[in-house]
C-alpha cells in the first residue's frame, strides 16, 4: 500500500519516506464493495482518496440518467476539488464500481499533516493541475475528435477501462448510447 | 482597471485594498491587437493574464485545423497552468480574437508578490479550482447534451460569447461544422 502511494507521490515530487509514511499515517483505509456510494451529488466531499485497488466513477444524474463523467484506477487520486477545497456541496457522485481499497483522508487529517510537513503545503495544487490537464484532454477528445475516435482515444490513453468498465458506463463516458458503443466497437475490431 | 480586478479578486476572498494594489502593481499592462498571439502551442507560458477589456480564445491545431477550446472574457483570469506553474510546454495557443487590454504577470512577479503578501500563497489554488469547474462543466456539457443543446448551454451560460465570438470559433467550441452552427441556430431562432 504504501509502496503505491509513494510511486503515486513520486510522480509529484514526493519522495521522502518520512513524508510518504506520514501521509499514510494520516489517511484511513477503506475497504469498499462494488457498488458503494462514497458520495452523493449535493452532499459534501468530505474526503480524498487515493485508490489502492478498484474503480471509482464519478457521474452526474441528469433527466434520471447517469452520466459519466471520469473513472479511477488503482494508484490514482480522486478529489471532488471543489466540494472538498471550498466546502461546497458536490456536483457529482462517487460510487466503486469494482470491489476497492482505498486511503481516505479528510481535511482536517490533511491540516494536521502539514501542520507537520509544511512543505507539503502546495501539493494539493499539483494534484488538481494534473487532474485539471486530464480534464482538459477529455474536452479536447469531444470537441476535436468523432465518438469512433473517442472510442479508440480511451483504447490508446487508459485501455483497462474497456476490460474493467461495463458498457453502459463507458457509452456515456464517450457521449454515446449503448447501442452505438457496441457498433463503434464492432466495426473497429473488424477493421483490427 | 484597478477596480476590475478587485471585483475579480473578491470572488475569492481578495478584498484588502493593499492586496489589490499589490496584486495590479506587480503585473504589466498589455494592449494587444486583435489576432496576437499570447501564447503558442509547444513553447512555454511564462505570464498568466487578467483580462481588462477583450476576449482571448484557447485553442489547439489538430491536422491542420484549430479546434476552439474555450474564451476568456473581461473580468476573467487565463493561466496555462501545466505550463506556468510547473514549467512544461503549453498543449494550447492563446491568441486575442478583439483589441485588448491585458494585465500581465510572470512567475518571478507572482513570486516578489508573494514574498510581499505571504497570505496570497494558496490564491492560485482557488483560481484553478475554479477554472477546473469551468472546464468539468464543459465536459458535462459534451457528455450530457446534444449539439442542439449544447448552443442552448452557450446561451445560457455564456450569452454573450454568441455575439462577440465568430461563427467558426463557436462552431468549433460547441464541437460542429460551421454549417452545422448555422443550420442549428436557424433552427433554435424559428423556434423562439
Redesign the interface.
Known sequence: MEQQIAKYLARFGISKPEEVQAIVAHMDVMVCKKGEVLLQEGSFANQCYFIVEGCIRQY?L?DGEE???DFFLEESAVIV??SY??HKTS?YSLDCIENSILLAGTKEQEEALIKEHPHLNMF???F??E???K??????S???LSAEERYRWVEENHPQLLHRVPLRYLA??I?VTPESFSRIRKRLQLKA
Open positions: 452526474q441528469i452520466k459519466c463523467l476539488y471543489d477545497l471550498h456536483s494539493t495544487l499539483r488538481l493541475t487532474d485539471y490537464n480534464v482538459q484532454d477529455r474536452l479536447a469531444f470537441v476535436n456515456s463516458y457521449g
